[in-house]
């Protein structure tokens, strides 16, 4: 039976996530570095599964440590290391606790000590002490307002690192002397490691000038006491920090083409930094779409078009979704009513926005099946509310918790 274009793209998907998994790139680095003394700290959905590849390699070596991931995303005990889950994309009263326990075991170290630092995508809000007199509830408040504001993850880290403890830096300058090593799974385009999980061990390279220009062009509204603390300076340089960078969206997406090449199909990366409104990006992809199946450029056909980026979403409706959803459903606009072709967008952690699906995989029947349905698929995309569009079309992409965080990825299969 000829395999359908939709169960290429899952494949494709599929054998692109487990590709950056960190396991690998975690043990091999660990193997290069032999390090001694360790504490362990480990933050971001990945954390789980990077604490364990490290604890497989380092074993006793490592004294203690911790890890502190997103609700649903521990697999479970690791021998030696304590496991906390918290909040995000919005931090919570877990995420204190947890950075605390984290500040906790990392005191008094010496310069003989080192801190073995896994850090991944959701670090923002998985590990936070609040700097000075901000509260939780106003930096809840703050972030919620900036996740729907179509502020990009720089505007946002901007702002979160100059209201934290732990951000910008400076957790390496709380653990110094000991020195930093940082492995990092880069979900952040062009891998800037200040950005990453609000760089908490890189020095900050924005300002706190950036951070008040961010809340007054996307009209956050904050207290008088955040805007004070804003004003502190992050630290600009620091002294015992190395990183190492174990796997991001640009291996995935060339692992992509390698997976199209082998099924069959001509392959281009488009971009790997895909960066604007998630509904423009999604009627420029259905626009190539259309481009192949009836010009058959800018690829010929059988083809398999990649790209990889971090799109956005201004939140104005009331309806459910994410940012790879509501790509999805904008390309199926402008497809509709064309054969052979299909449209995926998936986050490659698992989770799309804040529901339980990682993304969708859209086809030129997809309006008319929700259209079958009695609804109209553009009231759902002005609602910002793909994911219930998607659900009624059985275009939902759903995974569960992947255990890697390297961005989105984007493929457009036609023949
Ligand atoms: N109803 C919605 N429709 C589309 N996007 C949404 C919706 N609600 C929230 N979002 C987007 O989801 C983003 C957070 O989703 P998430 O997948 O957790 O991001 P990340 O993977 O970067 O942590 C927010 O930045 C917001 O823009
Ligand atoms: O934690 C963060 O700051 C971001 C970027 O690393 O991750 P996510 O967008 O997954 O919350
Ligand atoms: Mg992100």
Request: hydrophobic fraction near 40%.
């Amino acid at each position: 039976m000829s395999r359908s274009l939709k169960q290429d793209a899952l494949t494709i998907v599929e054998e692109s996530i487990r590709h950056v998994l960190p396991d690998n790139a975690v043990k091999e680095k660990l193997k290069e570095l032999n390090l001694s003394r360790v504490v362990l700290v480990a933050i971001g959905k990945a954390a789980w599964r990077m604490a364990k590849a490290a604890k497989e390699v380092l074993k006793e070596k490592i004294e203690k440590g911790i890890v502190i991931t997103k609700y649903g995303h521990s697999e479970g005990e690791i021998e030696g290391l304590e496991i906390y889950e918290a909040g995000h994309p919005v931090p919570d009263e877990n995420t204190i606790r947890a950075t605390e326990r984290a500040l906790e075991i990392v005191k008094d170290l010496s310069e003989e000590d080192t801190v073995l630092f896994l850090i991944s995508g959701g670090g923002s809000s998985l590990f936070e002490k609040p700097k000075g007199s901000v509260t939780l509830k106003q930096l809840q408040n703050i972030t919620d307002q900036l996740l729907k504001s179509g502020a990009n993850i720089g505007q946002i880290n901007a702002v979160r690192k100059h209201l934290s403890e732990v951000k910008g830096g400076r957790f390496a300058q709380k653990v110094f002397p000991a020195r930093v090593v940082c492995l990092i799974l880069s979900d952040v385009l062009f891998n800037r490691l200040d950005v990453i999980a609000s760089g908490p061990a890189h020095p900050d390279l924005s300002t706190s000038e950036d951070a008040l220009n961010v809340l007054e062009k996307y009209n956050v509204q904050v207290d008088e006491n955040v805007l004070k603390e804003l004003k502190d300076e992050t630290p600009k340089i620091l002294s015992n920090v190395e990183s190492y960078i174990v796997a991001d969206l640009k291996l995935a997406c060339e692992k992509a083409v390698e997976v199209a090449e082998r099924l069959g199909y001509n392959t281009a990366i488009l971009t790997t930094s895909l960066e604007c409104e998630a509904r423009e990006a999604g009627f420029f992809v259905g626009s190539i779409a259309k481009e192949l199946v009836l010009h058959d450029r800018p690829v010929k056909r059988p083809c398999a078009l990649v790209l990889g980026g971090e799109t956005v979403v201004r939140v104005k409706g009331k309806g459910k979704g994410g940012r790879n959803q509501e790509l999805a459903l904008a390309a199926a606009l402008k497809i509709a009513g064309l054969d052979g072709v299909v449209v995926c967008s998936i986050g490659t952690d698992g989770t799309d926005g804040p529901t339980d699906a990682a993304g969708g995989v859209v086809d030129g029947k997809t309006v008319q099946r929700i259209k079958d349905s009695g609804f109209d698929p553009q009231a759902f995309l002005e609602n910002n509310d793909s994911y219930n569009a998607l659900k009624i079309s059985n275009d939902l992409l759903i995974t569960g918790p992947t255990g890697t965080n390297v961005n989105d990825l984007i493929l457009i299969l036609a023949k």
